[in-house]
């Protein structure tokens, strides 16, 4: 019951915040108050995960759990970036999604214990895997915004005033992209070293989905390199790529666990 309310004050807090940046005012202390929220929302929302992943036979990575701090990782980390890049309007957009996972976590209870003893290389590669996909989940809601201000000034209608400029917008989207992709590297090359069986450890879709993304988010850094491409061209490969993850990352324990109940 504790757990409950903590959870709910997590939400209420989240969406305090969204509400705050949505109306904010470009005043300083607007943004500092947000700030403060989420702060206060990412304790919250920490303290609820350690009770519930963290179970007393190992770390729990059911499905919602898996999503709720998949959220807390790409709630920090926008925090961290709106400190240094104006990234405020992200903000109205992804953390009601993060209260939604909290919630979710409580509405459809699932269980997937990763047991004690666990290599260390595999947990590497899952606190990697879940870095760069709370990293390609902000790039992708960027890359939204960026589709549409592109699309108004196409249209020449009067863009979103929350929205920063379109260079702005880019230079940060490439930016987390090459990060989140440097990190998911990194975690397929430790997770392929404890693959056995690929079939027996239920991995083929997984591995499929996650491998298309990186040769997807690849060619587009490839690209950006060497062709300079930008625009809706790199909006297109961060949103197709983004979802080939997603299918990748919880598409599989989806059909694992709530489809054949399978742990």
Not at 48 to 67: E, K, P, Q, R, W
Not at 110 to 133: D, E, F, K, M, N
Not at 161 to 174: A, Y
Request: glycine letters at 8%; hydrophobic letters at 55%; one cysteine or more.
């Amino acid at each position: 019951m504790q757990n409950l309310s903590i959870a709910l004050v997590a939400i209420a807090l989240y969406l305090a915040a969204s509400v705050r940046i949505a109306k904010q005012t470009p005043r300083a202390e607007t943004k500092y108050q947000a700030i403060a929220l989420l702060i206060a929302a990412a304790v919250a929302h920490g303290a609820v995960l350690y009770s519930s992943v963290f179970a007393n036979s190992g770390i729990d990575l059911g499905i919602f759990n898996t999503a709720s701090l998949v959220g807390w990782c790409i709630g920090a980390s926008l925090l961290l970036i709106m400190s240094w890049r104006p990234v405020d309007s992200l903000a109205v957009m992804i953390y009601p999604i993060i209260a939604s996972m909290i919630a979710l976590t409580y509405l459809f209870p699932s269980s997937r214990i990763l047991p004690p003893g666990t290599a260390i290389g595999l947990q590497l590669h899952i606190v990697l895997s879940i870095i760069a996909y709370g990293l390609f989940a902000i790039a992708a809601v960027q890359a939204i915004y960026l589709g549409i201000a592109d699309y108004k000034i196409r249209h020449h209608r009067p863009s979103m005033d929350f929205l920063p400029p379109l260079p702005t917008m880019e230079t940060v989207l490439f930016q987390l992209t090459g990060f989140a992709f440097v990190m998911l590297t990194v975690s397929l090359a430790l997770g392929s070293m404890y693959i056995a069986d690929i079939r027996a450890q239920h991995l083929t879709h997984k591995v499929v989905f996650s491998v298309i993304a990186w040769g997807v988010f690849a060619t587009l850094i490839c690209g950006r390199l060497g062709f300079g491409w930008r625009g809706r061209r790199a909006i297109k490969f961060v949103i197709s790529g983004f979802v080939s993850l997603a299918l990748g990352f919880f598409g599989s324990k989806a059909v694992l666990e709530l489809v054949l109940h399978r742990v």
